[in-house]
């Protein structure tokens, strides 16, 4: 799931000097903290766990109280708001919490920390065929949207045909294109008039048709692109981004892109018909494009307002310590099972040799603290491509002679010297209008040159730093990037990560290192065709394999999260699949 590459966002998911935009839905441990005030990264696994019987409506949280606003503040502002396209941390987990509903959802165990996989509009988590190429869910009744019109399952069937479509939902995430019948082909409602075949609908109960075998239908199941929308001039693009539907327990009442969003009750949510969302407050007040040190301020002062806020940003490192200190039980801290990474460009840097030593360049302890990042918190060192948290998983460090999160010089400069590619050029973008960004180049280039490279920063804005980014055909050699678990399988990793596109067609996708060999993509169809059981193994030795032969990217570290409420604020937990608040269990007290 992708998150806004402005300075705020960099704290949670390492845009270091290149304004990363981090794809990610995330995950991992809970709230799981040490006497340090760091977490364990290898706790847990966000959203694995299920509970397809779950009944609505949602238990009571005992103690909580109805009534009151909750000021959420931040230094980022959203991006679209349509369902359709909402692919970023904040605006996926606003949505999918508090105003949208979609086939299935996650709710928050205390117990263990973790988020599990229940039913939302579907009565369960779906049944399906041997081979998982066709999927049934049977819809329940009594939901309606925010106006009182019912939700049924032709509106669960467009929503579902809107995310085919890549020209008007750009940014929007392309599991339907990847996995559903001709979703190679299928342009989705706006372009194809035609009836689409895939996604057929016989009263309450709706099946989807698969291209190939897809068992993680039901985590797919929790975006909110996998939800209604109604049909004709109601849900026009351009209009439908500044106040979708709601279906959830909150609607839109004023919304100001990049700016502001004010949510209020939405009478028409009912929740006998919600297994796992609450309505405890009255409403929500967003404040966005908040300067990050008055962010901190609000939340360490817990003052007035500021007793009932709540920031999804990480708190500064200088402030980390005073926070941990003088106000520990409103700090929120867990794991966000993100791996961000170098890419080098595998088109132009064809000898492992360099990759391998840009590997032991980089200056990891520099770069994160020039970006503001707090080392066990917020910043772990990283070696798999996949992070902890996601079942099968096994440590695998692709350099065995390097530690983790540590700068070998030496050793960068003796491989360029003995492949003869001493002094060898490394293009890399950063934003020269944001302050954190050029520090972290100046930190980067300083390793660089210290390992026999000759570092080339790009400069760039914040502005165009993505766009930048994902053209092909931009005059650079290495992409930083991340990507954060959709769901915590490794089908949510390798078929975008490194699985080969089509440039010309598609543009680079989220494979910023530009990998392309045959026999990993055969690999990748292939582990898609095993039985479920089967598959994480596969994935997780896939992993392996695809660093020790190729070693097309190497990791910059996981991340965490590290956010705070005030006082007043109750049930404000890590959302780990997202990284986020546990926004729909909140309540004032």
Not at 187 to 192: A, L, T
Request: proline residues 8%; hydrophobic residues 30%.
């Amino acid at each position: 799931m992708r998150f806004k590459p402005t300075t705020r966002t960099r704290a949670l998911v390492a845009l270091s000097s290149v304004g990363l935009l981090a794809l990610a839905a995330c995950g991992g441990s809970g709230n799981t903290t040490d006497s340090q005030g760091t977490f364990d990264q290898k706790s847990g696994a966000a959203g694995a766990s299920r509970d397809p019987d779950r009944q609505p409506p949602a238990p009571d949280i005992p103690g909580a109280k109805s009534g009151g606003t909750v000021r959420v503040i931040s230094n980022d502002g959203l991006n679209s708001m349509d369902p359709t396209e909402a692919y970023y941390i904040n605006t996926g987990s606003i949505l999918t919490n508090l105003v949208t509903r979609s086939l299935t959802q996650y709710v928050y165990d205390e117990k263990s920390g973790d988020m599990i996989l229940v039913p939302d509009l579907a009565t369960d988590l779906g049944d399906h065929n041997a081979d998982y190429t066709k999927w049934t869910f049977e819809i329940r009744d009594g939901v309606k949207f925010e106006n009182g019109q019912e939700v049924t399952a032709d509106d669960i069937a467009f929503g579902i045909k809107r995310s085919f479509d890549r020209s008007t939902f750009p940014e929007g995430p392309s599991y339907s294109n990847d996995y559903f019948l001709d979703g190679d082909s299928y342009k989705g409602p706006y372009s194809d008039k035609g009836d689409y075949k895939g996604v057929t609908v016989d009263g309450n109960t709706l099946t989807i048709k698969m291209a190939k075998p897809f068992p993680d239908m039901p985590y797919w199941g929790t975006f909110p692109a996998m939800g209604p929308i109604p049909q004709g001039d109601a849900s026009d693009p351009a209009k439908y981004a500044l106040h979708p539907w709601a279906t959830g327990p909150y609607m839109f009442k004023d919304y100001v892109p990049e700016k502001s969003l004010t949510l209020v009750k939405n009478p028409n949510w009912d929740p006998n018909t919600d297994p796992g969302r609450h309505q405890y407050v009255d409403g929500w007040d967003m404040q966005f494009d908040v300067p990050s040190a008055k962010v901190d301020q609000i939340m360490l002062n817990d003052e007035g307002d500021g007793q009932t806020t709540l920031t999804y940003d990480n708190i500064q490192a200088a402030n980390f310590v005073t926070a941990k200190n003088d106000a520990s039980d409103r700090l929120v801290l867990g794991s966000s099972p993100c791996s961000f990474y170098w890419g080098p460009d595998y088109r132009t840097v064809t000898d492992m040799d360099v990759r391998k030593a840009l590997a032991y360049a980089y200056p990891y302890q520099e770069a994160w603290a020039a970006g503001g990042e707090i080392v066990g918190v917020t910043r772990v060192p990283g070696t798999n491509l996949m992070p902890p948290g996601i079942p099968g998983r096994t440590e695998y460090n692709p350099l065995p002679d390097h530690e983790p999160g540590t700068t070998d010089a030496d050793k960068a400069k003796q491989l360029l010297q003995d492949s003869g590619n001493m002094n060898y050029p490394v293009k890399f973008l950063y934003s020269q209008d944001d302050p954190v960004s050029v520090d972290t180049k100046d930190a980067i280039v300083k390793g660089l040159k210290a390992a026999g490279f000759d570092p080339q920063p790009y400069a760039t804005t914040v502005a165009d730093n993505s766009t930048l980014r994902a053209d092909p055909n931009t005059d650079i050699n290495v992409r930083s990037s991340g990507w954060c678990s959709d769901w915590p399988t490794g089908s949510s990793w390798f078929p975008p990560v490194i699985q080969s596109t089509d440039i010309a067609e598609e543009g680079l996708g989220a494979n910023y290192s530009v990998f392309k060999e045959a026999d990993v993509d055969k690999k990748i169809q292939e582990i898609q065709r095993m039985p479920i059981e089967e598959q994480n193994k596969a994935w997780n030795d896939l992993d392996k394999y695809v660093a020790e032969t190729y070693f097309p990217l190497f990791s910059t570290g996981y991340a965490g999260v590290d956010m705070m409420h005030g006082s007043k604020i109750h049930n404000m937990f890590n959302d780990n699949t997202y990284g986020a608040p546990t926004f729909r269990d909140i309540w004032i007290g």
